[in-house]
């Protein structure tokens, strides 16, 4: 049994923690999967690295109206997919490597799976079927998420071939044919992937709009868009799943109208993910985990045993990679001062979803602010009546931004259209600085004609303060 004076749990955000700062600590890194973590292996880069693409490849589909004619004569997936992951893959190697080799003298990096065994103490099975015993005085848990499989005959006895977000980016051939079960971003973002590319597309959600979890404007504007793209089964529920000739898969899903018969070369299931605490054990070193299974933390980012710490999926409510780096370096300063211990801050957590139309977050929705009782006032700004707008023929896509009627300070924006994650970052940046939706509309220059604009005219349309602040507003 080997002792360290620290042991990180998962190499996404938990990698950056480790800083020459440490430099002095025996330190051991334990990894069962890829280095780089969700994001880098099978989240954010890679999806974005065909979102792209499939922005170029669905281009005539805006143009025509604009005047221009095109169409798409080909996609390369084989091709698409070996650039995009021939740029990982090697990012994760050398990141491996980085961590193991001679410019790392005191770190040792374990590839297997951990599982707490007692009072920090981690048996890790290593991928070379030998196992290893560690205790640490410090511990940082940063073992991420996973895929959820539904409870569906043919999905959870493993009898239909299946996909999810870890694995469909690397099929060998662009499918003919896709069904996507599930509403939430990781669906939406899939179902423009490979609609773009000329795939018949069908989506299956239980609930009545997909995005549900976005503003109630936001989320039936995209279901409105995506359904007249593909195929979209809202309210529906698969009841079975089972396997054809050749790959495919014949899916059984109850409707309102009654059961219908959905086939597709290929099925991804892309249902959210769920955090990996219970995998670890993390109970049986004292660790709580919440009724979401997350572990519990603090606002240092402290579990509930001294000297473990916990970020990322695993512990978050939101399963973003800017929050994880953020919690990342939060769990860094305080292992290096714990007499100045510093709070993450979560309190205006932005959040995107790179479809078409593109869509960007961050605050309150109108939905929770009526459920709270909090007075706010809201103003939705279309693209259509700013020049940029104008320019694109935009008539369906806004930005609606949410105020504390009193003082003016933003409670939450909204954004569904064009660079939406860009258009709303002066809002992000107004929110955390306290500005009032005044002084952040009239406090600068807004380039004409640009989509920032739609955040100026937005801010503007928004009624005057009424409580003391209404002074210097």
């Known amino acids: 049994m080997t002792h360290f004076d620290l042991v990180i749990i998962g190499t996404g955000s938990g990698n950056s923690v480790i800083g020459p700062e440490f430099d002095d600590w025996s330190i051991a890194v334990v990894e069962d999967g890829k280095f780089g973590g969700t994001c880098l292996n099978v989240g954010c880069i890679p999806t974005k690295m065909y979102v792209h693409p499939a922005e170029l490849a669905d281009a005539g589909r805006h143009s025509a109206r604009l005047g221009v004619t095109q169409r798409l004569e080909a996609v390369d997936w084989p091709g698409m997919r070996d650039r995009i992951f021939g740029r990982i893959d090697a990012i994760e190697t050398g990141g491996r490597a980085y961590r193991a080799g001679d410019e790392c003298p005191n770190v040792t990096v374990f590839a297997g799976r951990g599982t707490f065994t007692g009072h920090k103490r981690l048996r890790v099975d290593l991928h070379d079927g030998s196992t290893a015993e560690i205790t640490a005085d410090r511990w940082v848990i940063a073992a991420g998420s996973r895929a959820v499989i539904p409870d569906i005959p043919g999905l959870s006895d493993g009898s239909a071939p299946f996909h999810t977000s870890d694995t469909v980016m690397r099929i060998d051939d662009l499918p003919r044919s896709v069904v996507i079960i599930g509403g939430g971003y990781i669906a939406a973002e ?223 924006a909204h954004v569904i259209g064009p660079e939406a994650a860009t258009v709303i970052q002066p809002l992000i940046q107004g929110m955390h600085f306290g500005q009032t939706a005044h002084e952040i509309a009239r406090g600068q220059y807004w380039i004409h004609p640009a989509l920032p604009e739609l955040v100026e005219n937005a801010l503007l349309g928004l009624p005057a303060p009424t409580g003391p602040a209404a002074a210097t507003a």
């Not at 989506?203 to 549900?212: A, H, N, Y």
Request: aromatic share 6%; charged share 20%; hydrophobic share 45%.
């Open 190 to 412: 899939f179902g423009h992937v490979f609609s773009s590319f000329g795939t018949e597309v069908t989506q299956i959600t239980r609930s009545p709009q997909l995005l549900r979890s976005h503003d109630e404007d936001v989320s039936a504007a995209f279901t409105a868009a995506a359904s007249a793209r593909y195929r979209v089964l809202a309210g529906a529920n698969p009841s079975s799943v089972k396997a054809l000739g050749e790959g495919g898969v014949s899916l059984v899903v109850d409707t309102e109208d009654g059961p219908v018969t959905v086939e597709a070369e290929l099925l991804l299931v892309a249902t959210g993910r769920v955090p990996n605490g219970d995998r670890l054990a993390v109970d049986r070193t004292g660790v709580d985990l919440d009724e979401s299974g997350r572990v519990v933390v603090d606002a240092h980012q402290r579990t509930t045993v001294d000297g473990i710490w916990a970020l990322g999926d695993v512990c978050s409510p939101w399963a973003l990679k800017h929050v994880a780096n953020h919690e990342a370096r939060v769990v860094k300063h305080n292992l290096a001062h714990p007499e100045a211990p510093v709070a993450a801050d979560h309190r205006f957590v932005p959040a995107a979803v790179f479809t078409d139309p593109q869509i960007a977050s961050v605050g309150w929705t109108e939905r929770e602010l009526v459920a709270r009782g909090i007075p706010y006032v809201a103003k939705k700004q279309w693209y259509a009546d700013i020049a940029a707008g104008w320019a694109r023929e935009d008539t369906h896509n806004f930005l609606k931004v949410l105020a504390d009627p009193a003082t003016g300070h933003l409670l939450g």
